[in-house]
């Protein structure tokens, strides 16, 4: 590895940056590619330094979780893989952004036709009336014209009102069903996920117990259940280290005997 | 009354939020769904959630039900394939040779 802070370069399998103000989480970060700075040249880590790649007395670990990316880091395969895969593209392929619906409109009342309908026969009856017994018709007629219209132009605003609402409807409603369809594959992703899980952790369970026993330190009765020092130290050893690894604690005699232990690159903080 | 539908694990919590402080428009409480009163108050803690959440919040009016809302041979097809003497017999089949609707008849026409 390359490492530059504060104008002076380090280079080699074995930091020790004890003397310098950096703290831990910086270079760990650094390490991983979420900061630019301080500069760190190294191959690329795998996902488990995610959970392990800084180890700190305060620091928490979900170990099974920690221990499956391990096994992933050497490369372990499940018989979920398939299938994870496959939901993860298609929840890829399901990214709906929501849909344009069109602006509401406010309904146009029954009544109101209702009530424009009685005008218009009425108008009607009236011009019949007139008509019957000869009398000027003209603005019976006007009359008539007049209700006509304003009916006529209610009923299609009726008609298009409906229209919008069936469209907001039919659009909200795919939109919708393609988030349920996100929520199952989700859930079937996150079960698959844990049943991958398992499978890694069993089939590490062993050599993850001889790790912990090989790090400095009191031996844990149940290794899953150590604290989480001794538990990311077993992990790393487990796990396949091409990246420096961030240590902060005393566990090891010196940066060096951390480096053979872990069988990784180390920068001590 | 309304039913209240939420498809986003924001909109959930929310609707939880309203539920618990404002029991008094809430009829019934589902996972990621409530039924609120059908008054204005309710439109107005359902609308609240559509406004902040959009279309992760669905709004529909529920009508109350009665089994005498739908028409008879409903009820009755309903009523003899549940008296059935063989359990594993599936509806279509059961249907055929009495005097009940078949099920394809029964899609196609809307209450």
Do not use: W
Request: charged residues 30%.
């Amino acid at each position: 590895m390359k490492l530059r802070v504060a104008g002076t370069t380090y280079t080699g399998a074995v930091v020790d940056l004890r003397t310098r103000n950096v703290g831990g989480r910086t270079i760990a970060a650094s390490i991983r590619g979420q900061r630019r700075f301080p500069v760190v040249s190294c191959p690329e880590p795998p996902a488990v330094y995610a959970y392990v790649g800084h180890v700190h007395p305060s620091m928490g670990l979900r170990t099974r979780t920690a221990l499956a990316a391990a096994a992933r880091s050497r490369g372990y395969e499940t018989p979920q893989d398939d299938a994870i895969a496959d939901r993860r593209a298609q929840l890829a392929e399901l990214e709906p952004p929501p849909p344009e619906l069109p602006d509401p409109v406010d309904p146009v009342p029954e009544s109101t036709i209702d009530g424009l309908q009685e005008a218009v026969a009425t108008h009607r009856g009236r011009l019949t009336a007139r008509q019957a017994v000869g009398a000027d018709d003209e603005a019976a007629r006007a009359a008539l014209r007049d209700a006509a219209t304003e009916l006529s132009e209610r009923e299609t605003r009726r008609t298009a009102a409906r229209e919008t609402r069936e469209l907001r409807r039919e659009r909200a409603r795919a939109y919708r069903d393609t988030l349920e369809k996100q929520r199952r594959l989700a859930d079937e992703l996150a079960n698959l996920r844990r049943r991958a899980r398992a499978t890694l952790v069993d089939r590490c369970t062993e050599t993850f117990a001889q790790a912990i026993e090989a790090v400095p330190g009191p031996v844990p009765d149940s290794p899953l259940d150590a604290d989480p020092v001794p538990a990311a130290l077993g992990v790393l050893r487990v796990a396949r280290t091409p990246a420096p690894v961030v240590l902060e604690t005393d566990r090891f005699r010196s940066p060096t005997a951390a480096s053979d232990c872990l069988d990784a690159p180390v920068v001590r903080c | 009354m309304l039913l209240v539908v939420t498809y986003s694990r924001a909109a959930r919590r929310d609707l939880r939020n309203v539920c618990r402080a404002h029991e008094d428009c809430v009829v019934r409480q589902f996972g990621r769904a409530a039924l609120f009163s059908g008054t204005e108050f309710g439109a107005f803690q359902a609308l609240r959630l559509h406004e902040k959440h959009r279309l992760d919040v669905q709004i529909e009016h529920v009508e109350p039900f009665e089994p005498t809302d739908v028409p008879k041979h409903v009820r009755e097809a309903a009523k003899r394939y549940e008296a059935r003497e063989e359990p594993a017999t599936p509806y279509e089949r059961f249907a055929s040779g009495r005097d009940l609707p078949e099920p394809d008849q029964l899609r196609g026409v809307d209450l």
